[in-house]
C-alpha cells in the first residue's frame, strides 16, 4: 500500500482542537497509516505504512526543545490536550518545553509514546477512543 499524501493532509486539516486526536487517528488507520512520529524540532511528520514511509510539514510548527526532558511537563500537556483546552501549535510548544524531541502514535498498539533525547520513553499513553 502506498500512502496518499493528500488524503492526509486533508484528514489533518480537519482537526479542530487536539480534543478530536481520537477521530484523527481512526481516520488513519483507515487510510492505511500504522504510526506516525512528530519531530518537535522540525515541525514535521513522518507516517507510515507496512512498506513505506512519507513526510509531511502540513500543519506542523517548528518548535524548540528543551535540554532536559520533564515527564510531569508532557503529561500535563496530553491531559489538557486531551481536555480541548489548546490547538495543536500550543499542544507542540508544551512538548519542546518538556524537552520531548519526538512522539510516536503508533496506531497499532493504539498507544502514543513521548520520547526524551535519548529515545527512552518519557510518558506511554493509550489513544482514547481508538
Known sequence: MT???????QA?????????????MRTFRELGVQRYDYLVADGRYR?????SHID???????????????AAKIKAAVLA???G???FTRFCQLAGEAGVPVWTSDLMSKTVSYYDHEHHVLLAEPIPGL
Do not use: C
Not at 500512502?3 to 493532509?9: F, K, P, R, S, V
Not at 507516517?47 to 512498506?51: H, I, L, S
Open 3 to 9: 500512502l496518499d499524501y493528500h488524503a492526509i493532509e
Open 12 to 24: 489533518v486539516k480537519s482537526e479542530t482542537n487536539a480534543g478530536e486526536f481520537a477521530d484523527l
Open 47 to 51: 507516517y507510515y505504512d507496512a512498506d
Open 56 to 70: 509531511l510539514q502540513m500543519n506542523g510548527v517548528p518548535q524548540p526543545v528543551a535540554a532536559t526532558s520533564n
Open 81 to 83: 490536550a486531551q481536555a
Open 85 to 87: 483546552q489548546f490547538d
